[in-house]
């Protein structure tokens, strides 16, 4: 099995939160006359009722499809919801019963702030779509490496059908009075089938998010009013490790090569075996030290709970996490890199980035895998050179992110200065519109 094949058994799932109308009064249970669902003021679990009528709504949309997969849950309150009997493919066993379904549950960090529609009181959901093959959003290439770039770009022209969840999100707006703002999340979940990610697969996966988060992934994801509520924590300053106590507390420029070489030797996995695999997937020396460190410290990690630990922080979540393997449950990582903001959407932009991140992850072989990081490396010396803000451009090429796809990340950016992902604008969306092109969906 080739590297691409191997990566494209990766599957991914998607999660959104949005807000659901409810009714200030009993009297005025729709002060704005749309025929829209409002959650009445007198139910006395708002979040049950809601995650009930949103998965009823689009249970009943898609009755006569097969879009649904092996169907629609919610849940409300944590460990209620009691899964009815299902057989999982042979090629996707030992996940959470949850990734198997379209899943309704309440959202704790959605909720309403100082510029949201005063007519209603807003509750707080998220969807999340079932696991799906990677090959959705990263295409086994069939051409050499040389010529599949213009052949990438000439389909990111080609109009693409909406995906499942997009789908069932348009379903929603036309029935149910939305809303969104910046504490609305989008998280994407990454596994592997049929036997689950190896220790390796987290770490390259994390090896790579480091690297890259300071100066591409949390420059894509836009500004918001309120960072403590509208982001996550970034791994590369508020994690576990990214704490441990650095051998270079003043930085290396001033170290003599040697006296850098032994301070690194510090920060070298403790176990033969894990010291053997990071040599095997890692370039001898990276350009910049503390880097090197910190990268080695993960490389460390001897099981995948371990390295669950790393990522935590005492401060909240972080922009990675890993769920650890336990008993017949296959270890997956999360990703939390930005909002959902439909008014310009950034969803198959998300999916592609990071799924490339995966693919790539479990595809690539050692020697691959050691090439990238030393070319990542080497550009994250060159970009210092240029403003903060522009370095992602340089980077986002790395994930063979073609051209088309690029310009598209460029119009998000400029839409964060005075457009509709300002920060001001982001929490002003009001009410979300119907889309119209869901009905000729139903068709």
């Known amino acids: 099995m080739s590297a691409y094949e191997l990566g494209h058994l990766s599957e ?18 729709d002060v704005r006359g749309s025929d829209r669902w409002v959650c009445p003021a007198s139910i006395s679990n708002p979040h049950e009722a809601c995650a009930q009528y949103c998965a009823d709504l689009v249970t009943n949309y898609h009755a006569s499809r097969r879009t649904i ?9 944590p460990e209620s919801q009691k899964f009815p009997s ?12 949850n990734m198997y379904y379209w899943w309704f549950s309440s959202a704790p960090r959605a909720r309403a702030n100082s510029s949201s529609p005063k007519e209603y009181d807003w509750i707080g959901l998220s969807m999340r779509c079932p696991l799906q093959s990677i090959r959705q959003i990263v295409p086994t290439p069939q051409v050499p490496q040389h010529s599949r770039a213009k ?8 109009p693409k059908p909406p995906l499942d969840i997009e789908t069932f999100l348009a379903v929603l707006r036309g029935g149910v009075e939305m809303h969104v703002n910046s504490s609305c999340q989008m998280r994407i979940f990454f596994c592997h089938q049929p036997d689950g990610m190896e220790l390796v697969h987290a770490k390259r996966m994390l090896t790579i998010c480091w690297m890259l988060e300071s100066d591409l992934l949390l420059k894509l994801r836009p500004d918001v009013r309120d960072p403590h509520i509208g982001h996550y924590l970034p791994i590369t300053t508020s994690s576990a490790v990214a704490n441990y106590q650095s051998h270079f507390p003043k930085g290396y420029m001033e170290d003599s090569p040697e006296t850098v070489r032994v ?8 176990s033969y075996s894990d010291m053997a695999i990071m040599r095997r997937n890692l370039p001898p020396k990276f350009r910049d030290a503390c880097l090197q460190e910190r990268i080695h410290l993960l490389w460390g990690a001897s099981t995948f709970g371990e390295l669950s630990n790393m990522l935590q922080s005492p401060d909240g979540e972080t922009t990675v996490a890993i769920y650890a393997s336990r008993a017949n449950v296959q270890p997956y990582v999360e990703m939390r890199y930005s909002v959902w903001h439909p008014q310009a959407e950034s969803m ?3 999916l592609q ?3 490339q991140i995966c693919c790539f992850s479990m595809g690539a072989s050692s020697d691959q895998f050691g090439r990238k990081i030393d ?4 550009l994250l010396m060159q970009v210092k050179k240029i403003d903060p803000e522009d370095r992602w451009k340089p980077l986002i090429s790395l994930m063979d992110i073609d051209s088309v796809a690029a310009y598209r990340w460029s119009e998000l950016k400029n839409n964060e200065r005075d457009g509709c992902l300002s920060p001001e604008n982001l929490d002003k969306q009001g009410v979300l519109d119907a889309l119209e092109w869901i009905g000729l969906a139903s068709r």
């Open 69 to 77: 997969g092996n169907g629609i849950q919610y849940q409300a309150v």
């Open 348 to 350: 198959r932009h998300w």
């Open 86 to 97: 299902i057989k999982p493919s042979v090629h996707r066993r030992n996940m959470p019963k």
């Open 151 to 158: 052949n990438s770009e000439a389909s990111s022209y080609a």
């Open 375 to 378: 070319e990542i490396d080497n």
């Open 263 to 270: 301070r690194l030797k510090r920060s070298w996995p403790k």
């Open 353 to 355: 980035l990071l799924g």
């Open 12 to 29: 991914w799932n998607i999660e959104v939160d949005f807000l659901v109308a409810r009714a200030r009064t009993t009297a005025s249970p």
